[in-house]
Nanobody, 115 residues
Framework: QVQLVESGGGLVQAGGSLRLSCAAS????????MGWYRQAPGKQRELVAR???????DYADSVKGRFTISRDNAKNTVYLQMNSLKPEDTAVYYC?????????WGQGTQVTVSS
């Protein structure tokens, strides 16, 4: 069973950058699509970026041009580079498979963007 551990979050001013990492305890090579999700207080969890095993990517309109997802199958790690951060990006960020998620979800990593 693959377990996911997210890290790299923190407090940053608007316009700043963060790089999130998601380390899997097992191989993610067989997982065709991995995604980064986020959940802001009082809101539903949403998918912000996804990447296929071959490296094709897709982004939510709200982060397009600012976020970059990547994956290293050899290291069983998925990354999310976040630039030009906005206060509305504040949320807990999670990684997981897409569309069928792996249970349990990781603990997530908090990203807080101050104005």
């Amino acid at each position: 069973q693959v377990q996911l551990v997210e890290s790299g979050g923190g407090l940053v001013q608007a316009g700043g950058s963060l790089r999130l990492s998601c380390a899997a305890s097992g191989s993610i090579f067989s997982i065709i699509v991995m995604g980064w999700y986020r959940q802001a207080p009082g809101k539903q969890r949403e998918l912000v970026a996804r990447i296929t095993r071959g490296g094709s990517t897709d982004y939510a309109d709200s982060v397009k041009g600012r976020f970059t997802i990547s994956r290293d199958n050899a290291k069983n790690t998925v990354y999310l580079q976040m630039n030009s951060l906005k206060p509305e990006d504040t949320a807990v960020y999670y990684c997981n498979a897409f569309p069928r998620s792996i249970d349990p979800w990781g603990q997530g990593t908090q990203v807080t963007v101050s104005s």
